[in-house]
Nanobody
Framework: QVQLVESGGGSVQAGGSLKLSCTAS????????IGWFRQAPGKEREGLAI????????YYADSVKDRFIISQDNAKYTVYLQMDNLKPEDTGVYYC?????????????????????WGQGTQVTVFS
């Protein structure tokens, strides 16, 4: 059974940092790819960062690639998203998700969610 639990969300002032955690069941953690996604108020869900569990290869959206870092701790079945220099436009619900297969455009199915299994999400609010 797919199981993903996000934590670490909260409220932070612009310019600050947060570190999100996505803890998976052992079964889910063995998915090939685990990613972080965000849904801002009134907007479609977008992809932020994905990690290929085997090699640690990472993929980032242009909007976050210089500020966010995705990493994994295999012993804890956990994938992290370190977010630095946060901006008010980073506000939203952050989800982690797992998939066995990645499209050639890694974030192309973020909005529909097709092919991904999802956690419940954690709220991040960045205030100016």
């Amino acid at each position: 059974q797919v199981q993903l639990v996000e934590s670490g969300g909260g409220s932070v002032q612009a310019g600050g940092s947060l570190k999100l955690s996505c803890t998976a069941s052992e079964y889910t953690y063995n998915s090939n790819f685990i990613g972080w996604f965000r849904q801002a108020p009134g907007k479609e869900r977008e992809g932020l960062a994905i990690i290929y569990r085997g090699s640690g290869t990472t993929y980032y959206a242009d909007s976050v690639k210089d500020r966010f870092i995705i990493s994994q701790d295999n012993a804890k079945y956990t994938v992290y998203l370190q977010m630095d220099n946060l901006k008010p436009e980073d506000t939203g619900v952050y989800y982690c998700a797992a998939t066995l297969w990645l499209e050639p455009e890694p974030f192309s199915t973020a909005a529909t969610g097709k092919g991904w299994s999802w956690g419940q999400g954690t709220q991040v609010t960045v205030f100016s």
